[in-house]
């Protein structure tokens, strides 16, 4: 699995190369889930979540021209079966999340099935 860590998410076109390289195709040819989960205990959090999904936030992650764009709301998994929720995860091309540490939890949870 490949990390691109920013800051303030895609914001120049040296960020936006490197994205496309991780990616190893255009954005408007990828898939990427949104992960919010980090800024719902917030105050505002549903508020930024919403605009961080729809891509109206200073970092705009979600709002770069996806082919598609789903949601993956980590607090919901444990009535999600595993098979479901890691297939989505293994499909997409990408993993946008609002707090990076996010990605690394979410990279622990499925290692070992990754590994089967």
């Given amino acids: 699995m490949k990390y691109l ?3 303030a998410g895609i914001k120049n076109d040296s960020l936006r190369k490197a994205l496309v390289d ?3 195709k255009p954005v408007a040819e990828a898939s990427a889930l949104c992960i919010p ?3 719902l205990p917030f ?3 549903p508020a930024m979540a919403y605009r961080f999904i729809n ?6 992650l979600c709002g770069l021209g996806w082919k598609s764009l789903g ?4 607090t919901a998994l444990p009535s999600i079966a595993t098979e479901v929720w890691v297939a989505a995860v293994r499909e997409v091309d990408a993993l ?11 990279v ?3 290692h070992g099935e990754r590994d089967a």
């Fill in 71 to 74: 949601v993956l709301e980590l």
């Fill in 96 to 106: 946008l999340v609002e707090m990076q540490i996010q990605a690394v939890k979410l």
């Fill in 55 to 60: 891509g109206i936030t200073a970092n705009r």
């Fill in 22 to 24: 991780l990616l190893g």
């Fill in 37 to 39: 989960t980090a800024i």
């Fill in 5 to 7: 860590l920013t800051s």
């Fill in 43 to 45: 105050p505002g959090g």
């Fill in 108 to 110: 622990e949870m499925i």
